[in-house]
């Protein structure tokens, strides 16, 4: 079963503007990681913040994570054609090792 | 350094026949997964190998899918009388250890029954 849900579920920007997606999911978690994908095939790891950090930044990308809420946003700073894909979270129960994906967010960056 | 490489890239086959996908992990991983995507679809758990222990199969969807791995190394999916449903994208990943389970995957195989 998912656990994670990101919204939206597509959402088309302009190049140079900001891209920000949001992921809620039900369980404790011991992190929660965001992929991209592009195409439909292999996914790329592009970052991962443990329940107990709050915000961490990668290059021009920023994520959130409020467990309070358990919710967590990934912000992409000054957008590019090429981060045109689709993102995905995904969490690891605290009690499991199987990471559990949400149906994604579809980004499409237009120039 | 060499990522997960999985093959056949793309499978066409036709109902009813068995098919195996390989998965090669990076070097040194020890974890090692299965997933399906289906169109426009999250990914779903399919089996998790780590190390030497039983593998958890806990996400094949019937008793036609199987896996095995090797020496702690090459894993093969296996699909049995292949339906019509199975058609989705299987990805492979692999991690270096179950605590920190950042995961790194292969570019998948298409598989298309017809």
């Known amino acids: 079963s998912q656990q994670g849900e990101e919204d939206p579920q597509a959402l088309s920007i302009q190049e140079g503007e900001n891209a920000t997606m949001n992921c809620s999911y039900k369980?404790?978690?011991?992190?929660l990681q965001w992929y991209r994908q592009n195409s439909g095939r292999g996914l790329v790891h592009l970052i991962l913040?443990?329940?107990?950090?709050r915000e961490k930044h990668s290059g021009r990308l920023r994520v959130t994570l409020d467990t309070s809420k358990k919710s967590s946003s990934l912000l992409i700073t000054a957008s590019r054609a090429a981060d045109t894909a689709s993102y995905f979270c995904?969490?690891?129960?605290?009690?499991?090792?199987?990471?559990?994906f949400g149906a994604g967010t579809t980004v499409t960056v237009r120039a | 350094g060499a990522g997960v490489s999985q093959s056949p890239s793309n499978k066409v086959t036709e109902k009813g026949k068995d098919v195996e996908l390989r998965c090669d992990p990076i070097?040194?991983?020890?974890?090692l997964y299965w997933y399906r995507q289906s169109l426009g679809q999250g990914l779903e758990f399919l089996i998790y190998?780590?190390?030497?222990?039983?593998?958890?199969k806990s996400g094949l969807p019937s008793d036609r899918f199987s896996a095995e791995r090797t020496g702690g190394s090459v894993s093969t999916l296996t699909i049995q009388r292949t339906q019509q449903e199975d058609s989705a994208v299987y990805l492979c990943?692999?991690?270096?250890?179950?605590?920190?389970?950042?995961?790194?995957f292969g570019p998948g195989t298409r598989l298309t029954v017809l």
């Open positions: 990943a692999s991690s270096h250890h179950q605590g920190y389970n950042e995961q790194f």
């Open positions: 369980t404790s978690i011991n992190n």
């Open positions: 913040i443990r329940s107990n950090e």
């Open positions: 995904a969490t690891d129960d605290s009690n499991d090792y199987k990471l559990s």
């Open positions: 070097s040194g991983h020890t974890a």
């Open positions: 190998f780590q190390g030497n222990s039983a593998p958890d």
